[in-house]
């Protein structure tokens, strides 16, 4: 059996390091923002190659926090993209902006810049364009079009942590980023965690009063803010694990550049990895092409009774979901429905043994015949 992701191989291959780093913490006695928190987020701005880090309670907090860091709310429209995490969307939401959406590019399956441009209105303030399964959206142009209309950009980084664009990691090409520790992310807690990273001095200092009720001096709210604070263990664990992301990253990319070289390519196309980039595969996501006789729901349930684990991220568009049919009308944007309904995510992850990589690949092919 091939699970389609199996998180205690992970723990199992670096049990001694966690918990060593998990005792520290419980003998400490000091449990929320604290040292461990100051020091995993001074390590992870290290590693991205940016000036700040600001822990927080989950990625949806962080892309809340970023957006209303940046003085964005009421009566303000944030554009992003329908193929996400429902997460984004509800982030614009809770700052109390309004999501518009724009549809994505066929090979990226990210942000398409035109269809960016084509939403702008005089109430937009900023566009969130997220770096899916582990691949940069395509920033040159998004930040061209963003600093011509004087649009913040916030870039979701919850499924790209190690991602390059040009060379340079994802993170600081925009004004502020959001990044997400869920267990299952490339870099994931044993539990809910988050950072908003930044090089702007102002904005990290503003992300810090509003996750702890507006606090510069503990009972002295500056500002009114909330609770969103990244915990002492999860940060902890989180320093003992960036020290093998890019080792993960790098097991991530064999696998996926084994599966595209071993799978057929026919009716089901393996994911395109965009020149501009460095992927780092938090999903390896096929498409079954519809207009090639190509069924999503055929192949997982052919890998399926095989005992292959796999996944749809996401099966629903968000603008087709109950509760945000009023973002756009269905048949709106076309790529992301299409994609919707033609990609499926095969097990991938940095424990996944080659021969399962093998037997994952050669169950494809079989489909394809
Ligand atoms: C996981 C994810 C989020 C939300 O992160 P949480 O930590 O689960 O709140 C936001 N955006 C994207 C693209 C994600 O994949």
Redo the contacts with the bound molecule.
């Keep these: 059996m091939i699970p389609f992701f199996d998180l205690k191989k992970q723990y199992i291959s670096i049990q001694s390091e966690i918990d060593s780093a998990t005792r520290r913490v419980y003998a400490s006695g000091w449990f929320i923002l604290g040292p461990e928190t100051e020091a995993f987020e001074n390590e992870f701005a290290q590693y991205l190659g940016a000036q700040y880090a600001v822990g927080v309670n989950?990625?949806?907090d962080a892309?809340h926090l970023a957006i209303r860091a940046l003085g964005i709310g009421k009566g303000d429209e944030v554009i992003t993209v329908p193929n996400?995490?429902v997460?984004?969307v509800s982030a614009i939401e809770m700052a109390g902006a309004t999501p518009v959406l724009c549809d994505v590019r066929p090979d990226s399956m990210t942000m398409d810049a035109d269809s960016f441009a084509s939403v702008i209105t005089d109430k937009t303030r900023a566009v969130i364009p997220?770096h899916l399964f582990g691949q940069a959206a395509e920033l040159d142009p998004i930040i061209g079009i963003a600093r011509q209309y004087k649009l913040a950009v916030i870039e979701?980084c919850?499924?790209a942590h190690g991602a390059k664009y040009q060379g340079q990691k994802v993170s600081t090409f925009g004004d502020i980023a959001a990044f997400?520790?869920?267990p299952t992310?490339n870099l994931g807690a044993f539990g809910?965690g988050?950072a908003v990273v930044t090089n702007d001095a102002r904005l990290a200092d503003k992300v810090k009063l509003l996750r702890q009720y507006g606090w510069r001096t503990r009972y002295e709210s500056e500002i009114s803010g909330m609770n969103t604070r990244l915990d002492e263990l999860q940060a902890a664990i989180l320093r003992v694990k960036l020290k093998h992301l890019d080792a993960w990253n790098a097991a991530r990319r064999e696998r996926a550049a084994m599966y595209t070289e071993l799978l057929p390519n026919k009716r089901v196309a393996p994911p395109i990895e965009m020149p501009y980039g460095e992927h780092v595969y938090h999903l390896y996501v096929v498409q079954c092409h519809e207009a090639r006789g190509a069924s999503r729901e055929y192949l997982a349930a052919f890998l399926k009774e095989r005992e292959i684990g796999t996944a749809v991220q996401y099966p629903t568009p968000i603008h087709l979901q109950p509760a945000y049919q009023h973002l756009a009308p269905a048949g709106s944007l076309p790529l992301a429905e299409k994609l919707a309904r033609e990609i499926l995510s095969l097990p991938l992850y940095p424990e996944l043994a080659l021969t399962d990589v093998q037997t994952v690949a050669e169950a494809v092919r079989e489909f394809e015949l």
């Design positions: 989950s990625g949806t892309l996400t995490a997460a984004t997220v979701d919850a499924q997400s520790f869920y992310k809910d988050g």
